[in-house]
């Protein structure tokens, strides 16, 4: 679920298990020639990449505390804010980081106290047949030409958790499908090369694997449109106690069905069995090698606060030895995997078209 705010004095992580690139030095490789007006695309140079979701200002103490740095940043942005975004990106560079995830939403964030329902509700200018339509083609076109000028790789988490029914984009799937397939063409477009879609799904745990599947399958846009597939992975404790066990059919299924490499862009968990949690969480990450990427969100959850009953999700891992410990043994086990003379082959969302 969504992140409610951020906080830049705590500012705990989304780590971002994408493949993982672990130091600056680490990073990537360039696999074609810088053009005149935007960044060269960068591939990743590692099998799996591992990033935070905490601003740049904020990844030295965040590196600190758990002993390595992330290849990848993380941050949520709402259309409706228009917030530039090259300071972000630039700052980014400057702290030697070539990878970034953004999960970008196409509304005007509802406040989560709110209730579910005032979150669902359709917004004029944000539905799908609006985005379709070109409503926001000047805002789109502006940002994806911030992306061209990155030096790394920009992952847009576009209208994430579409399968679900908290977000307003989940009303019409033949909608989304088309507005999905209007943002890719028009930030291609736009000179972005260097931008790569992530497909971002939630598990609906609830749902029985013929339904989740039924209802995600609506909102597919096609293999061409999509490089990365995304799950949500988040043990909200109390009614929602979920082991890592119960997620890992769904990622499978997730990979088996669309056959594109899988990055989990969020992950956290509850307080009371997070160190456990997290070493099955490793466990999976060995033995599922298309898991390319992770993202470690312990930003406010929109789910946390509609769930009364759930567990401890404000915990700090940068405050938390035990944790952060796993947190950087996830880290090196990625870096261990490292291979910067190997380009990516055709066909991989890192390699060419």
């Known amino acids: 679920m969504r992140p409610l705010a951020l906080n830049l004095l705590t500012l705990s992580a989304t780590l971002v298990v994408l493949g993982v690139l672990t130091l600056p030095a680490m990073g990537v ?54 917030r530039p975004l090259g300071p972000y990106l630039k700052e980014a560079e400057r702290r030697g980081v070539r990878g970034v995830v953004i999960s970008w939403e196409p509304w005007a964030p509802v406040p989560a106290a709110r209730g579910r329902t005032a979150q669902f509700r359709p917004q004029r200018g944000y539905r799908n047949v609006d985005i379709a339509r070109g409503r926001q083609d000047a805002y789109i076109k502006r940002f994806a030409r911030a992306i061209a000028r990155f030096d790394g790789v920009v992952y847009l988490r576009y209208a994430h958790e579409m399968n679900g029914i908290w977000y307003p984009w989940t009303h019409d799937s033949r909608g989304y499908r088309q507005a999905w397939r209007h943002v890719v063409r028009l930030v291609r477009r736009s000179g972005a090369d260097n931008a790569r879609f992530v497909w971002s799904t939630n598990p609906n745990l609830y749902q029985s694997p013929r339904n989740w599947e039924r209802r995600m399958r609506r909102f597919w846009p096609g293999a061409r449109w999509v490089d990365y597939l995304g799950s949500t992975t988040i043990d909200f404790g109390g009614r929602k106690d979920y082991p890592v066990a119960r997620f890992e059919p769904r990622l499978r299924a997730l990979h088996a069905l669309f056959g594109k490499p899988v990055m989990i862009t969020e992950a956290n968990t509850d307080y009371a069995g997070r160190v456990p949690w997290l070493r099955d969480f490793r466990r999976l990450l060995t033995r599922a090698p298309w898991i390319r990427a992770v993202v470690w969100s312990q930003l406010p959850s929109r789910g946390r606060a509609q769930m009364p009953d759930a567990g401890n999700l404000d915990w700090d891992v940068q405050h938390d030895p035990p944790a952060a410990a796993v947190l950087h043994q996830i880290i090196r086990d990625g870096a261990g995997r490292h291979d910067a003379a190997r380009p990516p082959p055709r066909g991989h969302p890192g390699g060419a078209r």
Not at 54 to 62: A, F, I, Q, R, S
């Open 29 to 82: 490789i360039d696999s074609e020639p810088r053009g005149a007006h935007r960044a060269a695309y960068r591939a990743p140079s590692a099998e799996r990449l591992v990033g935070v979701t905490v601003d740049p200002w904020h990844l030295d103490e965040w590196s600190r505390a758990v002993g390595a740095q992330p290849a990848l940043l993380a941050k949520f942005e709402a259309f409706a804010r228009r």
